[in-house]
């Protein structure tokens, strides 16, 4: 069975301003997730699931579906407000998404194979998709088996500001202990700096591994993802600015014994466009990438 590929692409770019998951960065106008989805389609993935607002969704259709459609399977979600919220009342007042772990649970009906969650506004690098669709089709694979693409965090930073990364802690075997959130990390040299809410600091190596939101679940994780978003609901669903993420979801299972992740470790750089000032170079790195015969000039040729 091939596995699939979940994009979350609902959310906008605040610090960045606008709709950057459409923002060209290829020489033929390439945006970010399309070289996402070459990559997932060179490595073997059958089908793309779309998780936007309904807003985005004749935009989407035509800058990417248009293309991707002839290359493989597209659907198309609607991350709103009021799905999968069970008997749960809105909030009259509430504007803000229910967060990436919500992403997924409105794929429920979509995905039905092992599946890959990314975001749509990053480049992975080829290596990580080989990588976790290798371990998603495993044929002792098992519905508590998950993973993770682990990234060395000096190949994750920005040259223009601080980024958040979830950093992790693994056993021996290099199973997912715990994903800490760290809000502010700067580059330093080769090395990074956390700043801590009180304003202290912290110096990393630049060698630990963080998760980018990278994940690879077997469809078993619905169910599981529904409950625990009712908990959520039930605890937190009236405050207007809470949010159920993927990592609070995977630590759960993990510390109650319901999931085990994998954390598979990848030496490529993560490009991202944080900021404005990113762009130039994201396309760079792009370009170097095509220079070297990694990806041809036209993607869908």
């Not at 605040?14 to 060209?24: A, H, N």
């Not at 699931?49 to 990417?64: M, S």
């Not at 601080?162 to 809000?183: A, F, H, P, Q």
Request: with cysteine; aromatic share 10%.
């Amino acid at each position: 069975m091939k596995p699939t590929l979940v994009i979350m692409a609902a959310g906008m770019g605040s610090r960045y301003g606008g709709l950057k998951q459409i923002d060209p960065i290829g020489p033929n106008g390439e945006i970010i997730m399309e070289y996402s989805i070459y990559d997932a389609i060179r490595a073997g993935f059958g089908k793309v699931v779309f998780v936007i607002r309904q807003e985005f969704e004749d935009i989407f259709r035509e800058k990417i579906g248009s293309k991707i459609e002839k290359q493989i399977e597209v659907s198309y979600v609607q991350q709103e407000l009021d799905k999968c919220l069970g008997g749960f009342d809105l909030p009259k007042d509430r504007e803000k998404p229910w967060g990436t772990g919500h992403a997924v649970l409105v794929c429920k009906d979509a995905v039905k194979e092992p599946f890959t969650v990314i975001n749509a506004d990053d480049f992975y690098g080829a290596n990580a998709f080989r990588l976790i669709a290798e371990y998603l089709t495993r044929p002792d694979a098992s519905q508590r088996d998950y993973s993770m693409v682990g990234y060395i965090l000096r190949n994750t930073v920005s040259e223009n500001g601080y980024v958040s990364r979830g950093v992790c802690k693994t056993d021996e075997n290099e199973m997912l202990i715990d994903v800490e959130e760290y809000l502010k990390i700067e580059k330093n040299g080769n090395e990074a700096i956390h700043i801590k809410p009180d304003g202290s600091t912290e110096a990393m190596s630049g060698d630990e591994t963080v998760s980018m939101n990278f994940w690879g679940f077997q469809p078993g994780l619905f169910p599981q993802l529904e409950a625990l978003f009712a908990q959520f609901l039930a605890e937190k669903g009236k405050e207007l600015k809470s949010e159920f993420f993927i990592p609070f979801v995977v630590d759960d299972m993990i510390k109650s014994g319901k999931a085990t992740v994998k954390v598979l470790k990848t030496s490529d750089k993560w490009y991202g466009v944080t900021y404005q000032q990113d762009r130039e170079p994201v396309k760079a790195g792009i370009k170097a990438l095509i220079d070297s015969g990694q990806y041809p000039r036209k993607l869908w040729e």
